[in-house]
């Protein structure tokens, strides 16, 4: 697939992803958290193939889920990081966000460059043709992944 | 298999192992657990005397939308069949830990805080709402089982400044750790579960204390007997150590909590609020703590100083022993047991440009409104709003 880089930095955490204002059961109110906390009204430059690119520890702090509902209502579909907090790790899972963990992304990746990302191959190529590898997720993992356990499918964009 | 650390105990599982597990008990509060109600409509929940819910978030409710989150929560748990259902009763964590968390337990909770059992022996770990959904309807989930690290807390005399100085070591690295901790200073159980609270900041998947003769008497409190032995891992099995030796109190100053500084670096800095609470701070000592530097005094000014009793049982022992009389007296305002403004939702947020010194975990942007915010032990606190700075040291 390939998607549109939105770079973020190290050490994001979730009160920045979505401050806790946002905090609420109306997923027009909590799209709108996406990212806030560093960069209000970012959903609004949300486009279909945007992605979340990060450093290390992405969404450390507080295990709120809205951060990754509102990364799902927003409809991005993968987010690339040097390493992530376990309930980012998870919530994404259980969510049908693929959390793919890339040594070294972040000083790699200029905000709006075009990656394509091999999700079966654990790859994903650069503008410039540098190729970066990860971990595949085993089967069961992927079998989570896919059955995107959380069917909110709201539309608010 | 030979058990190597306490994380390969109690998952029953190599490190590095995905394994799956039951759970035994669930903690949910008014916070998250909204976020769960569309996925569990016309679920069961495998068994719900396993499971507290807790309002304490909204407590209470500051809008209508919250109102609404702690009328739909009671109308959910007497639809499915949980009775322990407590509101104004106190901080999710401190209600778990006062005669519900068990020695060896696997304690999920739907917040990122619940490391906190760990100062009972047991693993408490943070769970998101997709992820309980999953729990409360199987009552079990999966985990890879995590790597251990050692901590040795040799010298210290307060919970919050061993956390801190903890936190300015270990910064980030516990993540989908646990950390285990050897306590060769014979910790309080306030101490420990300050400690333990605030091993989330590290990343940490679990924090645990073994329980000994501390742990066994803090829960006969409760009515409960307990002589579960969980030894702590062999040490060459960990994959770090560190040794806690805090000699002065210490400072986290924003955005981090590991941004730790001594307290002598960060004093004449001006305070427009002082918090003493938090489901990390908040209990019998650390209001002890604020009497001791506030009484005879008055809070400064142009000082706001907000202080929540972690729990109710918490509030009528203060109440008891005159220390709740003592700190009105002096100009504090007590609040009643519950979050309050520590993760920004309740009463006592702070404008742009402010500042506050408190007591909790966490100082991240955001966190508490527009300001910035300072995290110290109970002295410091109540130092700082006696003078309106930080004060260069605490002495009473």
């Known amino acids: 697939m390939r998607y549109r880089a939105r770079v973020f930095g190290h050490d994001i955490t979730l009160d920045e992803i979505h401050p806790g204002k946002y905090f609420s059961l109306d997923p027009k109110i909590v799209v709108k958290g996406l990212m806030a906390g560093i960069e209000?009204?970012?959903?609004?430059?949300?486009?279909d193939d945007d992605i979340i690119v990060s450093g290390r520890y992405f969404g450390m702090g507080s295990g709120r889920e809205s951060g990754a509902w509102a990364m799902q209502l927003a409809g991005i579909e993968v987010i690339i990081a040097e390493s992530f907090s376990r309930y980012m790790f998870r919530n994404c899972i259980n969510r049908?966000?693929?959390?793919?963990e890339v040594d070294g992304i972040l000083d790699k990746v200029d905000e709006k460059e075009m990656l394509d990302v091999y999700l079966e191959k654990g790859s994903i190529v650069l503008e410039d043709g540098e190729e970066l590898y990860f971990e595949p997720f085993p089967q069961k993992m992927e079998k989570i992944i896919k059955s995107n356990i959380c069917q909110r499918k709201d539309d608010v964009r | 298999m030979t058990i190597k650390t306490v994380s390969e105990r109690?998952?029953?599982?190599?490190e590095g192992e995905f394994v799956v597990k039951e759970i035994d008990k669930v903690m949910l509060h008014d916070g998250n657990a909204p976020l769960i109600f569309d996925d569990m409509e016309g679920e069961y929940?495998?068994?719900?005397?396993?499971?507290?819910?807790?309002?304490?978030?909204?407590?209470?409710?500051?809008?209508?939308e919250r109102a609404n989150f702690v009328k739909?929560?009671?109308e959910f748990v007497d639809k499915k069949g949980i009775t322990d259902h407590l509101e104004f009763e106190g901080i999710c964590h401190q209600v778990m830990c006062e005669g519900r968390v068990l020695p060896g337990e696997i304690v999920a909770g739907i917040d990122s805080h619940s490391t906190t059992y760990g100062a009972l022996g047991a693993f408490g770990i943070g769970f998101g709402s997709s992820d309980t959904v999953q729990i409360l309807k199987e009552g079990k989930t999966w985990f890879k089982v995590p790597e251990t690290i050692r901590v040795e807390i040799l010298q210290g005399n307060n919970g919050t400044d061993i956390a801190l100085s903890m936190l300015k070591k270990i910064r980030y690295d516990a993540n989908y750790k646990t950390i285990e901790f050897a306590d060769k200073i014979g910790l309080t159980i306030d101490d420990r579960l300050t400690v333990a609270n605030m091993a989330a900041e590290t990343g940490a998947k679990a924090a645990f204390f073994p329980p000994d003769k501390t742990t066994k008497r803090y829960l006969e409190g409760f009515d409960i007997q307990s002589q579960v032995d969980i030894p702590l891992s062999e040490e060459e099995n960990c994959v770090k150590r560190e040794d806690i030796s805090v000699k002065e109190p210490l400072v986290a100053v924003p955005y981090k909590p590991y941004n730790v500084k001594?307290?002598?670096?960060?004093?004449g800095k001006t305070i427009d609020q002082v918090f003493i609470g938090s489901c990390a701070s908040g209990r019998l000592s650390d209001l002890r703590d604020a009497v001791e530097v506030l009484e005879n005094k008055e809070v400064h000014t142009d000082v706001r100083l907000i202080i929540t009793p972690a729990s109710k049982r918490i509030e009528q022992k203060a109440l008891k022993e005159g220390l709740i009389e003592k700190l009105v007296?002096?100009?504090?305002?007590?609040l009643n047991p519950s979050c309050g403004p520590c993760p920004g939702i309740d009463k006592g947020l702070l404008a742009e440009g402010e500042t506050c010194i408190t007591t909790q975990n966490r100082n991240y942007p955001g966190r508490m409104g527009e300001g910035d915010v300072y995290l110290a032990n109970a002295k410091v606190c109540a130092f700082s709003a006696v003078e309106g700075v930080i004060p260069q040291e605490v002495q009473t």
């Not at chain 2, 007296?329 to 007590?334: H, L, R, Y």
Request: charged fraction near 15%; proline fraction near 9%.
């Open chain 1, 40 to 47: 209000p009204n970012f959903y609004q430059t949300v486009e």
């Open chain 1, 96 to 100: 049908g966000i693929w959390p793919l």
């Open chain 2, 10 to 14: 109690f998952f029953g599982g190599e």
């Open chain 2, 262 to 267: 001594t307290l002598s670096k960060v004093s």
């Open chain 2, 45 to 64: 929940i495998w068994d719900p005397d396993r499971v507290t819910s807790v309002v304490d978030h909204f407590c209470p409710p500051s809008t209508v």
């Open chain 2, 329 to 334: 007296k002096s100009g504090a305002v007590i």
């Open chain 2, 72 to 74: 739909q929560l009671g």
